[in-house]
């Protein structure tokens, strides 16, 4: 009788997997290692890693693996781990960050392996540690300026051209650097950014993609504009938490929209308006500085 129960149960069980996986279409399955203790950290864990007909993730206290089943076309691998991390538990890709680990319930702090994130930046610094060895007294041995975060550089600087071609009132250059914008977005590797980074990005993503997308496909300079004024918003929430290597100016300027205002950023404090360009450069104002 046990014998057929036990039966019973394992068909139940292979018959939800399955019909779980079902719903995720693309579906890839990959086995990972997540650091965690009990039932609360499964809980976390599996919670924070779903999405809903995107990912589901099956965790085992015991053997500390994870199955991490997902539409391919709608997440990663690399996604669904940094949300994990980000909400206290390490895996042998993503570190969490030490004050969201500390804040974990006292059972569910698991014992930490010694690990180095290691980024294109770590790298670059060790060569030049490396080449300098032994000069001790080489001038370019002197500390150097702390480096802004360059892996959104390549978006800020494509807005900011962009910005530029709509100050010229010119609809090609426009279109162009939108699709040159585009690019630039789609070239974000996730898993460089730092965790503040990665929760804005996942954010405003997609509203980056459709207005360049919307601003590119287009050669009309008031279609552009109006969909710049969405870009910008959502631009702004990304580099006050990424920042960059020079202050930026939020400015506003209170004839557009009709009449609402509308922001955008500048790399300039003077006022240069891109929602009327020669019609009237100068309406407006800097209303913040992000340094």
């Known amino acids: 009788?046990?014998?057929?129960?036990?039966?019973?149960?394992?068909?139940?069980?292979?018959l939800s997997i399955t019909i779980s996986h079902a719903q995720?279409?693309?579906?890839?399955?990959?086995?990972?290692?997540?650091?965690?203790?009990?039932?609360?950290?499964?809980?976390?864990?599996?919670?924070?890693?779903?999405l809903k007909k995107a990912a589901k993730v099956e965790w085992n206290k015991d053997t500390k693996m994870a199955t991490l089943t997902y539409d391919s076309t709608k997440t990663s691998q690399d996604e669904i781990l940094k949300r994990i991390a980000l909400a206290g538990y390490d895996s042998d890709k993503f570190l969490a960050p030490?004050?969201?680990?500390?804040k974990l319930h006292g059972c569910c702090q698991y014992e930490r392996e010694a690990k180095v994130a290691v980024s294109p930046a770590t790298k670059m610094e060790?060569?030049?540690?490396?080449?300098?060895?032994?000069?001790?007294?080489?001038?370019?041995?002197?500390?150097?300026?702390?480096?802004?975060?360059?892996?959104?550089k390549a978006v800020f600087d494509s807005y900011f051209l962009l910005k530029d071609a709509l100050?010229?009132?010119?609809?090609?250059?426009?279109?162009?650097?939108?699709?040159?914008?585009?690019?630039?977005?789609?070239?974000?590797?996730?898993?460089?950014?730092?965790?503040?980074?990665?929760?804005?990005?996942?954010?405003?993503?997609?509203?980056?993609?459709?207005?360049?997308?919307?601003?590119?496909?287009t050669k009309d300079i008031s279609h552009?504009?109006?969909?710049?004024?969405?870009?910008?918003?959502?631009?702004?929430?990304?580099?006050?938490?990424?920042?960059?290597?020079?202050?930026?100016?939020?400015?506003?300027?209170p004839m557009a929209n009709g009449g609402?205002?509308?922001?955008?950023?500048?790399?300039?404090?003077?006022?240069k308006n891109p929602y009327y360009g020669s019609q009237m450069m100068t309406c407006g104002k800097t209303v913040e500085t992000l340094q």
């Open 126 to 152: 060790t060569v030049t540690t490396e080449n300098h060895a032994g000069h001790a007294n080489h001038p370019d041995n002197a500390v150097p300026k702390q480096q802004v975060d360059t892996t959104l």
């Open 167 to 217: 100050v010229k009132t010119d609809g090609n250059s426009t279109s162009l650097k939108a699709k040159d914008l585009l690019m630039a977005i789609n070239s974000v590797k996730m898993e460089t950014l730092k965790s503040e980074e990665h929760i804005v990005w996942m954010k405003v993503l997609n509203d980056l993609k459709e207005h360049s997308e919307h601003i590119g496909d």
């Open 224 to 253: 552009q504009r109006d969909h710049f004024m969405d870009l910008s918003k959502s631009m702004y929430e990304l580099i006050k938490v990424a920042k960059y290597e020079t202050p930026v100016y939020l400015q506003f300027c």
């Open 260 to 271: 609402k205002g509308a922001n955008w950023l500048s790399k300039e404090n003077a006022v």
């Open 98 to 102: 030490d004050a969201v680990y500390d």
């Open 24 to 50: 995720i279409k693309n579906a890839t399955t990959e086995t990972v290692k997540i650091y965690g203790n009990c039932e609360m950290c499964k809980s976390t864990i599996e919670t924070t890693g779903n």
């Open 1 to 14: 009788m046990n014998s057929i129960k036990k039966i019973l149960m394992a068909t139940t069980l292979l």
